[in-house]
């Protein structure tokens, strides 16, 4: 019978000790957060109009915090891949 509590350590070491996951996460971050750029581009352009026409509503903000959130992870994803391409070896005998 197979021990799946080292099925899935292994599997996650495998994840989390390789540069390039990190990397592909971080890309995957990044055009999701692509995929939003438009609206916030639009709420910024709302907020610009709206400060030389007092009278004009300002867009509601439901994109923006999202979208720095996926910025800002994956840059956290990339300073991940940068650590663990130096450590790797040392992170795996620590895991052990």
């Known amino acids: 019978m197979e021990n799946w509590d080292s ?3 292994t599997n996650y070491e495998s994840k989390a000790f390789w540069d390039i996951h990190w990397i ?3 890309n995957d971050l ?3 957060a692509d995929l939003i750029e438009p609206e916030v581009l639009r709420l910024w352009n709302s907020v ?3 400060l030389d026409n007092k009278e004009r509503d ?3 903000d ?3 915090g999202t979208y720095f959130m996926l910025k800002a992870f994956a840059v956290e994803n990339i300073f991940k891949a940068a650590i ?3 450590k790797q070896f040392e992170y795996r005998q620590t895991s052990r």
Do not use: T
Request: charged share 35%; no cysteine.
């Open 7 to 9: 099925v899935h350590k």
């Open 24 to 26: 592909r996460k971080a």
């Open 30 to 32: 990044l055009k999701s």
């Open 48 to 50: 610009e109009e709206g």
């Open 58 to 60: 300002i867009m509601p």
């Open 62 to 64: 439901y994109h923006q």
């Open 84 to 86: 663990i391409r130096n």
